[in-house]
C-alpha cells in the first residue's frame, strides 16, 4: 500500500476537498486522503459487477465478525441480539440522547469534544450539562469533581468519547473506572462513543470498552462503533450500538424506527471487508499515521506561538495558536492556504484541529504556508 501516492480529490463532490477555493488545503473533517484497502474495493466492485441494488439484510458473517473481534480485541463478549445497526454513528449519538426519559432531562459531556456530544441534547429537547475537561498531569483529564457538583437530578446521561476527538486522548482502566462508578452510583445511562478505537498511536496504550469493565456498567451502556474512520469509508454509512440491557435496547429500536434508513449492501459488505480482510492495511496506516504525526510534532513545536501534545489515538491534531495572539486564526491560515477547523466548533477555544491522515508531501507543504503565514 502506498499511502505517499496523491490522489486527486478535487471536483469529486468530496466534502473535505470541494469545500474551499482553489489554492486551500484541506485538513479539516475527519476523512483520509488514502485509497481503501484492495479487500474493500473487491467487496464493492462485486456488487458493482451483480449490478442489482436492492434492499440488503445483515450478512450473519458480518455479525459473527464483530462479536468475534469484540472478544479478540476488547476482551468484551457480547451477544448478537445486543447489535443495533444504524446508517451513521452520529444518528447513534442523537437517538441515545433521546432514550432517557422525556423531554428537558440533562446530557452530560466535557468539552471540547466532537460536535454532534453538544448538539444531541438541544436537538432532542435535553439539556446540555458540559463540564469541560481539565489539563492535569500533562494530559486531558475529566474533571470528576464538577460532575458531582453538577449533577442534579435531571441529569440521565454521560456522553463519553473514547478515544477522544479532539483531545486525543485513550483513557486508561483507572478513569474509566471512576467514570463507570460515577454512572452506575448517580444511575446515569453511559453513552460511549468508540469509533476511533482502532486507530492508536500509542503503543504502549490499550483501548478498553467502558461497558466491559463490569456488569454493573455493561447493563446501563450504549457503545457505539463503525469501521468508518479507520477503513475510510465513511460515505459508505455502516455503524452499529452494542445495547446488552433489553429494555433500553428496545427505547433505542423504537426511537429510530422508521426515521433512519437500511444499510445498503455497499456498507455492510465493506464492513466486512474491512474487518475480516484489512488488518494488513490498517497495521500500515498506523505506521504512517505515527510517522505524520511525528513530523507534524517536531514542525509545529518549533514554530513561535503554535503548541502540539502528542496524540495517543486518531488522525486529528490539537493545535494550541494562544501565543500567537491573532484571535481568528482559522481564517488567517484560510488565507494563508490552509483549512483547518477552530476550537469554537467543538465547545473550545485557542486550539484548531488539523486532519493528518493525508499523504506527507500534503503535510509539508501546509508547514511551509504557516510558517509562511506568520513570517517564519
Ligand atoms: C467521535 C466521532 N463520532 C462520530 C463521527 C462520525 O460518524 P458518522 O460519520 O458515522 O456519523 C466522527 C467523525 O469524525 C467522530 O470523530
Given at each position: 500500500m502506498d499511502f505517499d501516492k496523491i490522489i486527486d480529490r478535487k471536483n469529486t463532490n468530496?466534502?473535505?476537498?470541494?469545500?474551499?477555493?482553489?489554492?486551500?488545503?484541506?485538513?479539516?473533517?475527519?476523512?483520509?486522503?488514502?485509497?481503501?484497502?484492495?479487500?474493500?474495493?473487491?467487496?464493492?466492485?462485486?456488487?458493482?459487477?451483480?449490478?442489482?441494488?436492492?434492499?440488503?439484510?445483515?450478512?450473519?458473517?458480518?455479525?459473527?465478525?464483530?462479536?468475534?473481534?469484540?472478544?479478540?480485541?476488547?476482551?468484551?463478549?457480547?451477544?448478537?441480539?445486543?447489535?443495533?445497526?444504524?446508517?451513521?454513528?452520529?444518528?447513534?449519538?442523537?437517538?441515545?440522547?433521546?432514550?432517557i426519559s422525556d423531554d428537558y432531562f440533562s446530557v452530560m459531556t466535557s468539552s471540547p469534544v466532537y460536535r454532534p456530544f453538544l448538539e444531541a441534547s438541544e436537538m432532542g429537547n435535553r439539556r446540555l450539562q458540559d463540564i469541560p475537561f481539565i489539563w492535569r498531569n500533562d494530559r486531558w483529564e475529566m474533571d470528576f469533581e464538577e460532575m458531582k457538583k453538577s449533577l442534579n437530578p435531571s441529569t440521565r446521561l454521560y456522553m463519553l468519547c473514547n478515544p477522544h476527538n479532539p483531545n486525543g486522548r485513550v483513557f486508561s482502566k483507572e478513569e474509566l473506572s471512576q467514570l463507570a462508578d460515577f454512572c452506575v452510583e448517580n444511575d446515569l445511562i453511559l453513552c460511549s462513543d468508540e469509533i476511533h478505537c482502532d486507530l492508536i498511536l500509542d503503543e504502549s496504550k490499550e483501548h478498553i470498552s467502558i461497558a466491559s469493565l463490569n456488569k454493573e456498567i455493561e447493563v446501563r451502556s450504549i457503545t457505539l462503533l463503525a469501521p468508518s474512520k479507520t477503513f475510510n469509508i465513511a460515505g459508505l454509512g455502516c455503524s452499529l450500538a452494542i445495547i446488552p440491557e433489553k429494555v433500553l435496547r428496545d427505547k433505542f429500536e423504537k426511537i429510530k424506527y422508521g426515521m433512519m434508513p437500511m444499510l445498503s449492501a455497499f456498507a455492510m459488505d465493506a464492513a466486512l471487508a474491512a474487518y475480516k480482510n484489512s488488518e494488513v492495511w490498517r497495521l500500515e496506516l498506523l505506521n504512517y499515521l505515527r510517522s505524520n504525526q511525528a513530523y507534524l510534532l517536531k514542525e509545529i513545536n518549533a514554530i513561535e506561538g503554535l503548541k502540539m501534545e502528542p496524540l495517543e489515538a486518531t488522525y486529528l491534531a490539537w493545535i494550541s495558536y494562544e501565543g500567537t495572539g491573532i484571535n481568528d486564526f482559522v481564517s488567517h491560515l484560510e488565507s494563508h492556504g490552509v483549512g483547518v477547523q477552530d476550537a469554537s466548533i467543538f465547545g473550545g477555544k485557542g486550539y484548531f484541529r488539523l486532519n493528518f491522515a493525508t499523504q506527507k508531501s500534503n503535510l509539508e507543504e501546509a508547514i511551509k504556508r504557516i510558517r509562511k503565514s506568520l513570517n517564519q
Open positions: 468530496s466534502y473535505k476537498w470541494d469545500k474551499y477555493p482553489e489554492g486551500v488545503l484541506p485538513l479539516w473533517v475527519a476523512d483520509m486522503d488514502f485509497e481503501v484497502a484492495e479487500p474493500i474495493k473487491d467487496a464493492l466492485s462485486k456488487i458493482v459487477e451483480h449490478g442489482v441494488i436492492g434492499y440488503s439484510r445483515t450478512p450473519d458473517e458480518l455479525v459473527e465478525v464483530v462479536v468475534k473481534r469484540l472478544k479478540d480485541r476488547h476482551k468484551w463478549d457480547i451477544q448478537k441480539e445486543w447489535i443495533v445497526w444504524l446508517p451513521g454513528l452520529v444518528p447513534g449519538l442523537h437517538t441515545a440522547a433521546r432514550c
